[in-house]
């Protein structure tokens, strides 16, 4: 997964989430890798200030369909 640490202007925002140390923590919680790696890529993309209330509408009910697969909270 691409770290994205270093792109300008990450880590502005308190809704800044990097792909990859997501994925790293969630792992380590032992969310299993095919369920860690699609929640933390859609978290990534989770930014209120820049996407429409309908995006991350669509955005959280893939993380939603993600916790039904999971059976239970991903942390």
């Known amino acids: 997964m691409l ?8 880590g502005l925002s308190v809704h800044d989430v990097c792909p990859a ?6 792992t380590e919680l ?7 790696l699609p929640t ?4 990534g ?3 209120p200030d820049d996407l429409s209330p ?8 893939g993380l939603a369909e ?3 697969k999971y059976g ?3 942390p």
Do not use: D, S, Y
């Open 30 to 36: 032992g969310v299993p890798a095919e369920i860690a």
């Open 40 to 43: 933390a890529r859609l978290r």
């Open 66 to 68: 993600l916790e039904k």
């Open 3 to 10: 770290h994205v640490h270093v792109l300008p202007g990450f």
């Open 54 to 61: 309908r995006i991350i509408n669509v955005i959280r009910e």
């Open 21 to 26: 140390c997501e994925f790293t923590r969630l």
């Open 45 to 47: 993309l989770v930014a």
């Open 72 to 74: 239970k909270k991903i």
